[in-house]
């Protein structure tokens, strides 16, 4: 038992944020109007994520770009191209909610801890992340009107200030700060604290997404769509992600390069991030209100997986390096 909730603490702990945060939204929904909150989170988590990389790791990234694009592409390209045909298995407001899980960029954490944590290439992984990020005031639109016919109106200029500040200052400053060699070293040392830090992190913004989407449940004045539908739209996300994952793994195998940058494409190729989409949803589409299940769906799902892929991914190497014998499990 110890060594199960070892290895799945955090999915026991994310089950348990999904529960509460659906459960309790409307005594938990002051928990959402905390000014700042949500961006203080995701702010402290990707300077977590950038603090322990070794000093010219992003450089480094930069003079070999091979894995970053390819993830780049996936998650931009192939991954909404994939959502766009099997959203047609559903219908109404579903139909338009997987579309927007597709069009939305790269998580803002998540990919670099999961890749991290799969021991790959997680400073390719927070490439993609940044560049996604950064691109998804044009590729975003470019795809939602492609795919759901509506024309979707942004302030690019409110957009990229806000990337800005919440994905590239953190990282930024994370480098910053290990220019003292002390502090570098010391950093570098603590890396996998920081990373288990930023999981707790994630399972906050988990959990805030969690209370605002049950209380937009609570609030839907039209009928819940038929559980087989809402069960056949769980699996076309799940579908999709898996797919997306997978495609993104073998090209990067196939254009041979490392088992780390592997599992860095096909995680961060694959990750959506659920702020966005649920902003998106709330302020573009507020007559379709069924829209934000795919999202909540896919963004969950995707965190499940992930941990079960980083998890079995982790072991093969280390058994391939003769450190540890895989369990059968």
């Not at 470019?142 to 024309?151: A, N, P, Q, R, V």
């Not at 299940?293 to 982790?314: E, K």
């Amino acid at each position: 038992m110890i060594r199960f909730v070892g290895r799945y603490w955090f999915l026991l702990l994310l089950a348990v944020v999904i529960s509460v945060g659906f459960g309790f939204s409307p005594t938990l929904e002051p928990v959402t109007k905390i000014p700042f909150l949500q961006n203080a989170i995701v702010v402290t988590v990707l300077f977590l994520m950038a603090f322990p990389l070794e000093f010219g790791d992003l450089h480094n990234a930069a003079k070999r770009p091979g894995p970053a694009a390819l993830g780049t592409l996936m998650n931009f390209g192939l991954l909404p191209l994939l959502a766009w045909g099997a959203s047609l298995l559903v219908s109404g407001d579903l139909r338009i909610g997987v579309n927007i899980a597709a069009a939305i960029p790269c998580t803002l954490a998540s990919a670099a801890v999961w890749t991290r944590k799969a021991g790959g290439n997680d400073v390719a992984a927070l490439v993609v992340t940044i560049v996604t990020n950064l691109l998804c005031f044009v590729v975003t639109p470019m795809w939602l009107k492609l795919t759901t016919g509506d024309s979707v109106s942004l302030d690019l200029g409110a957009m990229v200030s806000k990337l800005l500040i919440l994905v590239v200052a953190p990282m930024m400053v994370g480098q910053l700060c290990r220019i003292p060699w002390s502090i570098g070293r010391w950093a570098t040392a603590n890396r996998t604290t920081m990373s288990i830090a930023a999981q707790f992190g994630i399972l906050s913004m988990v959990f805030l997404g969690c209370i605002g989407a049950g209380m937009s449940l609570r609030t839907l004045q039209e009928a819940a769509p038929p559980v087989g539908m809402l069960a056949l739209t769980l699996g076309v996300v799940i579908g999709v992600h898996a797919t997306a994952l997978v495609v993104g793994y073998g090209s990067a195998q196939w254009l041979g390069m490392r088992p780390a940058d592997q599992i860095a494409v096909g995680i961060s190729g694959s990750q959506k991030t659920l702020m966005v989409g649920l902003w998106l949803a709330n302020l573009f589409y507020p007559t379709q209100p069924l829209a934000i299940l795919p999202l909540i769906a896919y963004h969950v799902s995707q965190l499940f997986i992930d941990t079960w892929v980083a998890d079995r991914h982790l072991q093969r190497q280390l058994a391939a390096a003769g450190d540890l014998t895989p369990d059968s499990s």
